[in-house]
């Protein structure tokens, strides 16, 4: 792909950005690199095809992710130079859906994921959390706090707002463990992705006449007034569905910072009633994910920081990026408790802005206040450099997280 010309800059090199397993809460140095270059540079990711823009800068993430010339639905027909091996774009799937379809898509789940919703849910989700943390001091220390509690409190919250019934919440379970599974291969993944999205599909039809609250009534019903199809309703509950993952390993990142931090530890427990601020400190400041999500497609030419993005050029913004971008953040590698203001962009921007970041808000409070509160004496029962950390992944964390009270 030729790039068009520069409106009074040369085009920058292109970069290749190897996804490399990151240890710990390191931030990608091929990104810092990436952001002294430029406001905007060019890169080559492991698989696709081509290369892309790549923006850094909290101004132009802000402005690409709001700007309807910059297309989400083109990149599902492409082939992009991207992070992920495989690639197959459901319809329904919010992630690639323009306006006004994704409005159209996102209206029928929308009531679910409110701030409303989820202070209904709290009291439920507090139940299950404790359930899991009594079972974990029950059986004594040491344990490894992802495995008993990290990783199934959000699959099973999750399962309460979609609607699973308890029948085959086992079931819905496995198949969402394998398809995140890093070590079953893609093979296993592949069939369990096969097996819960047939069964999505029986729900869906199963709840047609159902007036719960659930998403899967929600979606039921929006499919038999035909405001989306039946196909649509099964893209967009499959992410969804799946979508807990983000939180085991963004809260698997917080809770070994403040266990290997002990001035943020201190913080917590010293005012416990003024969390709040530091959660979204942490959000900011946490490298979520490997290199970066999902592209747009320029629609037609746009020029930003002194280049011109031709149409039918791809784009990456990195929201990590400009989660440290010291002209909005002042010392932007800090970990600062008390700042303020933070419009940190951990949850996205723009009619992309993550569905689930309600909830898992709700859920990164109960779970940081329940382990804090309830283990006074918690801490890491291995070295901080024995932590073992996710390889090959899209989003980053510890694979395990061995405590002790
Ligand atoms: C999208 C972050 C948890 C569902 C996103 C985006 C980010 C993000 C950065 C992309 C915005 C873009 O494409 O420009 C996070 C973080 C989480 C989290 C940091 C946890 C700490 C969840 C949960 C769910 C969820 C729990 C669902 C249950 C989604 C969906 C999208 C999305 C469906 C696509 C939205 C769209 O393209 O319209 N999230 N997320 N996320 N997230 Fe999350």
Redesign the pocket.
């Known amino acids: 792909m030729e790039t068009s010309a520069p409106t009074g800059q040369e085009p920058p090199p292109v970069r290749d950005w190897p996804a490399i397993d990151l240890d710990g809460t390191e931030f990608d140095p091929v990104l810092a690199g990436l952001v002294r270059e430029g406001p905007l540079t060019r890169i080559r990711l492991p698989f696709g095809e081509g290369w892309a823009w790549l923006a850094t800068r909290y101004e132009h993430v802000k402005l690409i992710?709001n700007d309807p010339r910059f297309s989400r639905a083109e990149v599902a027909r492409g082939r992009v130079t991207r992070l992920a091996p495989n690639f197959a774009p459901r319809p329904g799937s919010?992630?690639w859906a323009d306006q006004p379809d994704?409005n159209r898509l996102?209206k029928p789940i929308s009531g679910a994921f409110t701030v409303g919703a989820m202070k209904r849910l709290r009291p439920r989700a507090q139940e299950i959390l404790d359930e899991l943390v009594d079972g974990m001091v029950r059986e004594g220390p040491p344990a490894d706090l992802v495995e008993r509690v990290l990783e199934p409190f959000?699959l099973y919250v999750?399962s309460e707002v979609m609607g699973v019934p308890g029948t085959d919440r086992e079931q819905v379970h496995d198949w969402t463990r394998q398809i995140i599974s890093l070590s079953g291969g893609a093979e296993a993944a592949d069939r369990a992705k096969n097996g819960l999205y047939g069964w999505i599909t029986e729900i869906v039809r199963a709840r047609a006449r159902s007036a719960g609250e659930d998403v899967y009534s929600l979606l039921a019903g929006a499919v038999a007034r035909g405001e989306i199809g039946e196909e649509e309703a099964v893209g967009l509950a499959g992410?969804?569905q799946i979508?807990?993952e983000?939180?085991t390993h963004?809260c698997g990142q917080m809770l070994y910072l403040m266990l290997t931090r002990p001035e943020l530890m201190a913080r917590m427990r010293a005012r416990p009633g003024e969390r709040g601020p530091v959660f979204d400190e942490l959000?900011r400041w946490i490298p979520?994910r490997s290199t970066v999500?999902?592209a747009r497609i320029a629609l037609e030419d746009v020029e930003i920081a002194g280049h011109r993005i031709a149409a039918g050029e791809a784009v990456y913004?990195s929201?990590l990026a400009a989660n440290r971008d010291p002209e909005v953040f002042p010392d932007p590698d800090g970990i600062l408790p008390d700042r303020d203001p933070n419009p940190h962009v951990?949850?996205?921007?723009?009619?992309?802005?993550?569905?689930?970041?309600v909830?898992?808000r709700l859920?990164?409070e109960l779970l940081v206040d329940t382990l804090l509160d309830r283990l006074p004496a918690l801490r890491l029962a291995v070295s901080p450099e024995d932590v073992e950390w996710r390889q090959q992944t899209m989003i980053r964390g510890p694979r395990t997280l061995p405590v002790t009270w």
Not at 346 to 352: D, S
């Open positions: 992710t919010l992630a994704h996102r959000p999750v992410p969804l979508g807990g983000a939180v963004n959000l979520h999500g999902l913004v929201y951990a949850f996205g921007n723009g009619h992309h802005y993550c569905t689930g970041a909830l898992a859920q990164l």
